[in-house]
């Protein structure tokens, strides 16, 4: 079953600018984490966001995390073509379980 | 330092075949994972090892599917019979110790194609 919901299903930006990726969940957490894929890849982690933790940044990412309202958002700023990929966030309830949401398939055109 | 391998990337078979992925985790990981990914979703868990031991198999069915990590390694997935509705993606991932908070390493998956 899956647990996140990402808004939007599928974005399409240029080159610079910047995406935003938005996740909602039902249960309470432990962790939240984001990964991105590749077309045809497996999945690569990219951060980490833990339950007492309201804002986390990465390099270009950013991502932020409301417990009451159940919603994690992802910034990528300044996007490349090298980020065109799908986005997953990922919850983790118990011991190491993750549930993945739909994904979000970010386009970036040069 | 190599990643998760897993093997074949590709299989294509016609239904009520039995079909097999094996899946080599990192050097140390001592928690391995298979994941079950439809077109157009999230991964979802089939089952979790903690070396040897299947910790979390709630999510796989039971009645075609099984698995096994005899060594605490390696580890083999099989679908017998298969069914047109098991084509999908089954990705393998390990984690360290199964920690909370840990970061899972994804292999590039199998993409089973049910004829």
């Known amino acids: 079953s899956q647990q996140g919901e990402e808004d939007p299903q599928a974005l399409s930006i240029q080159e610079g600018e910047n995406a935003t990726m938005n996740c909602s969940y039902k249960?309470?957490?432990?962790?939240l984490q984001w990964y991105r894929q590749n077309s045809g890849r497996g999945l690569v982690h990219l951060i980490l966001?833990?339950?007492?933790?309201r804002e986390k940044h990465s390099g270009r990412l950013r991502v932020t995390l409301d417990t009451s309202k159940k919603s994690s958002s992802l910034l990528i700023t300044a996007s490349r073509a090298a980020d065109t990929a799908s986005y997953f966030c990922?919850?983790?309830?118990?011991?190491?379980?993750?549930?993945f949401g739909k994904g979000t398939m970010l386009l970036v055109s040069p | 330092e190599a990643g998760v391998v897993q093997s074949p990337r590709y299989k294509i078979i016609e239904k009520k075949q039995p079909v097999a992925f094996w899946c080599n985790p990192i050097?140390?990981?001592?928690?391995l994972y298979w994941y079950l990914q439809n077109l157009g979703q999230g991964p979802e868990l089939l089952i979790r090892?903690?070396?040897?031991?299947?910790?979390?198999d709630s999510q796989l069915p039971k009645d075609r599917f099984s698995a096994e990590r005899l060594k605490g390694v390696d580890s083999t997935l099989k679908i017998q019979p298969a069914e047109l509705g098991d084509s999908a993606v089954y990705l393998c991932?390990?984690?360290?110790?199964?920690?909370?908070?840990?970061?899972?390493?994804f292999g590039p998956g199998t993409r089973l194609l049910v004829l």
């Open positions: 991932a390990s984690s360290l110790g199964g920690r909370a908070g840990e970061t899972q390493y």
């Open positions: 090892y903690e070396n040897e031991e299947a910790v979390d």
């Open positions: 050097s140390g990981h001592n928690t």
């Open positions: 990922a919850t983790e309830s118990g011991y190491s379980t993750l549930t």
């Open positions: 966001i833990r339950s007492n933790e």
């Open positions: 249960t309470s957490i432990n962790n």
